[in-house]
């Protein structure tokens, strides 16, 4: 016997279309959200992707950053070694200016010296000789040999030694001169004189006090030949200088000797003829000789040496 099924109830078709509906809504959904999901995973990576190239770029930065740094500080201390180095050549060549300097004063001391003694003494001889004047004393000078000269006449009687009246007072008013004057040509334990130029100091080497006669010989009680009279003229000469003004035994020259001495030449340094009696009397004479200092030593040594080193 078949088996009749029963009709549907009507509501049973709207139930299963809504059911479709929701599904179908449902898998849009779900595919919609596939969609986004999909489009935010793909701007994820490339935002990543992005964001790695930047920090690659900025490591890439930073590595040349350090390395123009290391550039600069490799430069900065080839600079503060170049510096030092300047520095050093700088400081040399400051020393050596510094010797050149002093060796050209030592070399314009040297040509000074050399050329400007007879200037010196040219000038010591005129004072000396003005300030004589002025006492009313009146000797001769002559300026080329640096010697300031004494006639017999003035100082001595014929063969004799000792001092006429006007020869002391003669020589008394040289012995004032002459301190006044040399203490400013050498060097002194006493005060140099005010009005001294400082740059005449110690220039002298000696003042030698000679004793000359003429041709003719002598033989005295008191004076064998011409050798003993002339010697005894030249070392009173010297004395009554001391005596009257002992300043002038006190003064030295540069190497720290006696400036004043005496010396001897007889007959063996005419100034005029001697076969005339004119020519004798001038012969009969005390000289002052002075006697520049030249340059010291060790100086000329130095000199020397530069120029056979050049």
């Not at 900025?58 to 170049?82: C, H, N, P, S, Y």
């Not at 040399?92 to 000074?112: A, D, G, M, N, P």
């Not at 006639?151 to 000792?162: R, W």
Request: net charge neutral; glycine share 2%; aromatic share 6%.
């Amino acid at each position: 016997m078949s088996r009749i099924t029963p009709p549907a109830p009507p509501h049973a078709d709207t139930e299963d279309s809504y059911l479709a509906s929701l599904s179908d809504l449902m898998v849009g959904l779900l595919f919609i959200f596939i969609i986004i999901l999909m489009a935010f995973a793909l701007n994820y990576r490339q935002a990543e992707s992005t964001s790695n190239a930047e920090t690659i770029k900025q490591q890439a930065e930073k590595q040349r950053l350090i390395a123009e740094t290391q550039i600069q500080q490799q430069k900065r201390v080839q600079l503060v070694q170049e510096t030092e180095k300047l520095r050093k050549e700088q400081q040399s060549l400051s020393q050596q200016t510094t010797q050149l300097v002093e060796e050209k004063q030592r070399l314009e001391t040297i040509i000074v010296r050399l050329t400007d003694n007879n200037a010196v003494r040219r000038t010591l001889l005129r004072d000396i000789e003005r300030d004589l004047q002025n006492r009313g004393v009146r000797v001769f000078i002559d300026e080329k040999n640096g010697i300031l000269r004494l006639p017999e006449e003035l100082l001595f009687a014929s063969a004799q030694a000792n001092f006429r009246p006007s020869g002391e007072q003669a020589i008394k008013q040289l012995s004032f001169v002459l301190a006044e004057i040399l203490p400013c040509y050498s060097q002194t334990a006493t005060v140099i004189q005010p009005q001294c130029n400082q740059r005449s100091e110690s220039r002298l080497e000696a003042v030698f006090i000679e004793g000359h006669t003429d041709n003719q010989p002598i033989n005295t009680p008191q004076f064998k030949d011409n050798w003993a009279l002339a010697n005894a003229r030249a070392i009173n000469t010297y004395q009554a200088l001391i005596n009257h003004a002992p300043l002038l035994d006190t003064l030295q020259n540069g190497q720290a000797q006696a400036l004043l001495s005496v010396s001897v030449y007889e007959a063996r340094r005419p100034v005029a003829d001697q076969d005339s009696e004119e020519g004798r009397r001038q012969n009969r004479r005390i000289d002052l000789r002075f006697l520049m200092a030249s340059p010291p030593p060790e100086l000329v040594e130095h000199a020397a040496q530069r120029l056979r080193a050049e």
